[in-house]
């Protein structure tokens, strides 16, 4: 079992930046991947970014150049950077890994205001 505990979120203006945090628990050895998803009211969970324990990334199209993932494998954490903040970014954003299975964050949302 792996436990994801998110901290950061909140609301800002738009052109505004914020930092999520997550940190990893549990049965954690040898865990590649880890990331951020995101959901909007109506809409379905899409991946935000990603990064492999190596620090590859890869970001979605509607987020690159914006936000930043980083990593520290030491202390099992996982961060989102985000700047340049735009109203269609608000939505919950999930801490993500997968070791056998896909484990989820309890979630924290993001309200980006016009």
């Known amino acids: 079992q792996v436990q994801l505990v998110e901290s950061g979120g909140g609301l800002v203006q738009a052109g505004g930046s914020l930092r999520l945090s997550c940190a990893a628990s549990?049965?954690?050895?040898?865990?590649?991947?880890m990331g951020w998803f995101r959901q909007a009211p109506g809409k379905q969970r899409e991946l935000v970014a990603k990064i492999s324990s190596g620090g590859v990334t890869i970001y979605a199209d509607t987020v690159k150049g914006r936000f930043t993932i980083s990593r520290d494998n030491a202390k099992n954490t996982v961060d989102l950077q985000m700047n340049s903040l735009k109203p269609e970014d608000t939505a919950v954003y999930y801490c993500?890994?997968?070791?056998?299975?896909?484990?989820w964050g309890q979630g924290t949302q993001v309200t980006v205001s016009s």
């Open positions: 993500w890994t997968y070791r056998r299975n896909n484990y």
């Open positions: 549990g049965t954690i050895v040898s865990i590649k991947n």
